[in-house]
T-cell receptor, first 118, second 112 residues
Framework: DAGVIQSPRHEVTEMGQEVTLRCKPI?????LFWYRQTMMRGLELLIY????????DSGMPEDRFSAKMPNASFSTLKIQPSEPRDSAVYFC????????????????FGPGTRLTVL | RKEVEQDPGPFNVPEGATVAFNCTYS??????FFWYRQDCRKEPKLLMS???SGNEDGRFTAQLNRASQYISLLIRDSKLSDSATYLC?????????????FGTGTKLQVIP
């Protein structure tokens, strides 16, 4: 398996622009997670999906952020409008079935998208 | 109190040394526990799961203490390649919701 795939790997944009980050989870994984990582706040869970349905979006910072999962093999995280404080590395991760057993809880991370908002 | 707390370090240790990290968690209902490793400018990767009875994988030993609500990671005979940030992860399931919380990580630098 190719693992979790994210695109783009790097994104530089100007304040106010729309940014769309993309993720393809590992085939067969029912859970998909979006994280944001900064030096100040570490790794923060933004939202996660189970079978394409958003389950918990309490980590989404504000209305400028939205996430969708139209099918089992694709998810997007959109920021509109973007602000300099959104600059971070955004990771997507997938897993089989958290909570079912320790072995299925393992999350596999994509390489991340490094976002810089000027 | 943060839900998951780690000493950020950095821990600077010589090659061959033994080093231990602790991670405390606040929710006693937490169910599964992990250590992840993150190299500079890379994604986190699972290092090992943490079982109640403790588990060992080569030079690495992980332990869980539910009574005191902490997990630990012990690295023996440190190698230069062990230099990384180690993240503890606590997983809790409640009412069909999955709550995954990462610690902010402990940075380890192994020195020649």
């Amino acid at each position: 398996d190719a693992g979790v795939i994210q695109s783009p790997r790097h994104e530089v944009t100007e304040m106010g622009q729309e940014v769309t980050l993309r993720c393809k989870p590992i085939s067969g994984h029912d859970y998909l997670f979006w994280y944001r990582q900064t030096m100040m706040r570490g790794l923060e869970l933004l939202i996660y999906f189970n079978n394409n349905v958003p389950i918990d979006d309490s980590g989404m910072p504000e209305d400028r952020f939205s996430a969708k999962m139209p099918n089992a093999s694709f998810s997007t995280l959109k920021i509109q409008p973007s602000e300099p404080r959104d600059s971070a590395v955004y990771f997507c991760a997938s897993s089989l079935a958290p909570g079912a057993s320790v072995s299925t809880d393992t999350q596999y991370f994509g390489p991340g998208t490094r976002l810089t908002v000027l | 109190r943060k839900e998951v707390e780690q000493d950020p370090g950095p821990f600077n240790v010589p090659e061959g040394a033994t080093v231990a990290f602790n991670c405390t968690y606040s929710n006693s209902a937490s169910q599964s526990f992990f250590w992840y490793r993150q190299d500079c400018r890379k994604e986190p990767k699972l290092l090992m799961s943490v079982y109640s009875s403790g588990n060992e994988d080569g030079r690495f030993t992980a332990q869980l203490n539910r009574a005191s609500q902490y997990i630990s990671l012990l690295i023996r005979d440190s190698k230069l390649s062990d230099s990384a940030t180690y993240l503890c992860v606590v997983n809790e399931e409640s009412g069909g919701y999955q709550k995954v919380t990462f610690g902010t990580g402990t940075k380890l630098q192994v020195i020649p």
